[in-house]
Nanobody, 121 residues
Framework: QVQLVESGGGLVQAGDSLRLSCVAS????????MGWYRQAPGEQRELVAS???????DYADSVKGRFTISRDNAKNTVYLQMNSLKPEDTAVYYC???????????????WGQGTQVTVSS
């Protein structure tokens, strides 16, 4: 069984930085793209940033220039460096991994349990 465990969330002030980490553990055959999503109260979950296994990244317009996603394939870990945080960044942040399986259906999405990020003004 594979699981994703996020860490690094917390309460910070506007302008501060946080670094989120997400580690995949268990019986892993392979991992494709990984990403960070967030969900604020009363809002839909939205993509924050994603990264392919080869390192190609994509960001939501609202975080471009402030957030940086990276990954360590050897450690099955993805990171999200968040700088210049704003109150509107407050949300639960979820990690997602595109698992590669050695049997049908050969691919499966896996989500972490989420980590709270709160930015005070």
């Amino acid at each position: 069984q594979v699981q994703l465990v996020e860490s690094g969330g917390g309460l910070v002030q506007a302008g501060d930085s946080l670094r989120l980490s997400c580690v995949a553990s268990g019986s892993i055959f392979g991992i494709g793209s990984m990403g960070w999503y967030r969900q604020a109260p009363g809002e839909q979950r939205e993509l924050v940033a994603s990264i392919t296994r080869g390192g190609t990244t994509d960001y939501a317009d609202s975080v471009k220039g402030r957030f940086t996603i990276s990954r360590d394939n050897a450690k099955n870990t993805v990171y999200l460096q968040m700088n210049s945080l704003k109150p509107e960044d407050t949300a639960v942040y979820y990690c997602k991994a595109d698992l590669v399986l050695d049997r049908f259906p050969y691919r499966s999405d896996l989500w972490g349990q989420g980590t709270q990020v709160t930015v005070s003004s």
